[in-house]
């Protein structure tokens, strides 16, 4: 049977078409820019949660503003002092220095780790080609060496030339990266690469979802960019022991050290808070493009009553009652509507595609929840879209209508 | 051929149109009644309100004054059962056909027959209709794919699918030549005599006319 509203969007191709692709465009930024930037923070916020730690040691104050702070903060003598106060309650406290620097034309933030404290920062994971940075800490120990025996009362920083860092008895720079920096920068194990004024050499390579993309000896990171302090981290992550309790456990290691303790947990809602601005900026971004999206359908509707308003009378020559006008209209839109989520959705799914290709270090999350919000936005729209042009075809004159044949 | 019983009757209608100096009263006072199974034809001069009259007749548009009884009960002004004797008792036929140009010969039939509230029909009753009007090869065609006389007999198909008491047909050899406009009218007329089909044909073509049972004269909005 030929069911009228179908009949008119397939006659009308070429407009029906546009009217589809306006809409999935409206509906592909939606669900896109939602899953870029609510996915770039997820995937962030996953990799810290795989550190193997229960809570987070920073400086007082830093608040949500903790995701992009980086350098010398906390004494290392923190780690000490939490383990003596709390070991009943604390396993293991791993300090780690952050500092951001440009590998695969990107910001990326390196943290400065022990080799010792590896296997709690990667969550258990091992290394997928290569070895870790200064794995015996023999850089660790030729650097303390060299500082004990420079006069430190003179307020100078020890100055170290690229050779002697880089000397192969205890190179210091060296990086390990993760799967998707190698290949969004085409690194290779071995390589040599130019960041922070340093050649560094990637030594080892392990499997995303790590905490960071980019690590280095905690030791060069104090020194290279902690003005030569190699006492102080950034950051200290706090393992507890079986059975104690996060809450208690953070209360009384924040008011041992005077800083600000957190659960690891926390860490999402950090970021959330932190880049909130940015989701409210794209969501109204969204909300404009979906807006014109369905301005367009009320204007194809609407300009569809105008050029059928014989059709119309026609149909009301033989009785359709208002109800029926309405649903007409309705369904086209609602038809229109429809043919334009699957193009959004699938165009969302090529976006995320592309976009992943392109930038492999930006994650885009397409959700069934955006795909569902973004359906409601768009049946409610589309019905929107369509009172005003389905009134008018109700109000259409019939013999006006026909009698200007 | 009438058998009895009056179909319609119509008293005393009033129609106008425009307001203040420009007012037309295009039905004057006009009376008319419709057997059971006549094949009515109304002529007139151009302007006299032929028309007008149909559209009245076929409750397209209220009268101003005046009252119409159709199959014995009256016609209401507005309202639903106004348009639920509209679905019922009335088809229409027009000049210039009026099919839906995006959809099927077959699908125009069928969208007048959900517009009714009956949907497709399984008894084979259109497709029997097709057949008696000699238009069955373009069920499947759109309107732009047929000729000018397919085109109308499809239209009365479409009239006539819901079993109307009466059918109301605007000029509808108006813009047919000679040839698929005898056609028309036989078929109306076949329509009439074998399954007494009232109906009510607007012309000004007197060999058209012919054809009727029965032809009455209109005249600045009155019959003669």
Known sequence: MGYLPLANILHHKLRSALSALGIGIGICMLVTLSGLSRGSLSEVADRWESVDADLIVMPRGWGENASDKSGSALPDRYAAKILANHGDIVRSVVPVFTWPIKLAGQDQMAIGVDASSWGALSGGRGLAAGRLSDPDGRFAAWLTAKLLAFPADHGEILELAEADLSDPSHNGLELVIDTRLAKAGGYKLGQTVRAANHDWRIVGIVSSGVMARVFMPRRTAQFLFGNGDVTKSTLMFVKLAAGADVGPAARAIGATTGQDVVPLSRYRGMLVEKFGIMFTYVDAVNVTALIIAFLFIMVTLYTMVLQRTREIAILKSSGASDFFLLRQVLAESMLLTAAGMAVGVAMSFLAAWLIETLRPLLTVTITWYWIAVSAVVALVGAVAAALYPAWRATRVDVVEALTLE | ?224
Do not use: W
């Open chain 2, 1 to 224: 051929m009438a058998d009895g019983g009056d179909i319609l009757v119509a008293r005393n209608l009033e129609k106008s149109f425009g307001s203040g100096d420009a007012r037309v009263h295009v039905l004057r006072g006009l009376d008319l009644t419709v057997q059971r199974g006549e094949f009515l034809a109304v002529m007139g001069p151009s302007g006299c309100g032929k028309s007008t009259l149909l559209h009245v007749l076929g409750l397209v548009t209220p009268p101003d004054a005046g009252t119409i009884h159709l199959d014995g009960r009256p016609v209401p002004r507005r309202g639903g059962e106004l348009d639920r004797m509209r679905r019922a008792h009335i088809g229409l036929v027009f000049q210039r056909f009026n099919l839906i140009s995006v959809l099927s010969a077959a699908d125009n039939v069928e969208i007048s027959l959900r517009v009714r509230g009956m949907g497709h029909r399984a008894d084979g009753r259109v497709e029997q209709l097709f057949e008696q009007m000699g238009v069955s090869h373009v069920m499947r065609r759109k309107p732009g794919a047929m000729s000018i006389g397919e085109q109308q007999r499809v239209a009365v198909v479409r009239a006539i699918a819901h079993n109307p008491d009466i059918v109301l047909a605007d000029e509808p050899t108006g813009n047919l030549d000679s040839a698929n406009a005898a056609r028309l009218l036989e078929l109306l007329t076949d329509l009439n005599r074998r399954q007494h089909q009232t109906t009510v044909m607007i012309t000004h073509d007197a060999e058209a006319a012919g054809y009727a049972d029965r032809i009455v004269h209109m005249k600045d909005g009155r019959l003669l």
